[in-house]
């Protein structure tokens, strides 16, 4: 059996471990967790050891860092030992329509739904009910919270980070390293190295009779 590491100790990485076992074959034996500085860990340490390069060279992985910071290092650092390394996981609940690409190391979960003729780059991850518009593109290294939503022909670049319920209408283009707050949505194209946040702010008012 061929050895595989999670590259992340986090709560989301110690998630991302509880489905393998539905998303993977026979061939793979689960060894632990390969902590990435930065991180909240999270991991049960007699099965975590600290992220080295050299594992990407003699192991498979699954890349499962979901903060931010943590992710932009990693890549920046090691994409293409990553790429050569990492292997693709579907949930088996996950839906993919015809014409599909899906991309090395990605990571495709729980109740997602990925629509006809869509492309997913390199070593994105989309959590669980995410759903990718038809004809859409996302680039490599994305990172898409539970609850992402993206209509028809959109356009997504490289590194992007989505927190929850994010959406991006029909047609929309998204550059690059743009961080994303949760309940974003964008409905015109945006540039790169942005973060983005909903105009709308939580109002909490002092119920009558309450003191």
């Not at 709308?200 to 009779?209: I, M, N, T």
């Amino acid at each position: 059996m061929t050895p595989l590491f999670l590259v992340g100790a986090s709560k989301f990485a110690v998630d991302v471990c509880g489905f393998l076992a539905a998303s993977l074959g026979a061939e793979y034996d689960p060894r632990g967790y390969l902590a990435v500085a930065g991180e909240e860990l999270a991991a049960d340490p007699a099965r975590t050891s600290p992220f080295e390069a050299e594992a990407l060279r003699s192991s498979r992985v699954v890349v499962a860092v979901a903060e931010p910071g943590s992710r932009a290092r990693l890549f920046a650092e090691h994409r293409e030992a990553l790429r050569e390394a990492a292997i693709t996981v579907i949930h088996p609940t996950a839906l993919l329509a015809p014409g599909v690409r899906i991309g090395v190391g990605t990571i495709v979960g729980p109740h997602c739904y990925v629509g006809t003729n869509a492309r997913l780059g390199d070593l994105n991850v989309l959590n669980y009910h995410v759903g990718v518009g038809h004809h859409s593109e996302l680039g490599d290294c994305n990172f898409l919270a539970p609850g992402f939503q993206c209509g028809n022909s959109a356009q997504i670049g490289n590194g992007n980070f989505f927190g929850l319920s994010c959406t991006v209408g029909p047609g929309v283009t998204i550059g690059n390293d743009n961080l994303l707050q949760a309940g974003s949505l964008v409905t015109q194209s945006i540039a790169s190295n942005l973060l983005c946040f909903s105009s709308e702010r939580l109002k909490a008012l002092q119920r009558p009779g309450e003191s």
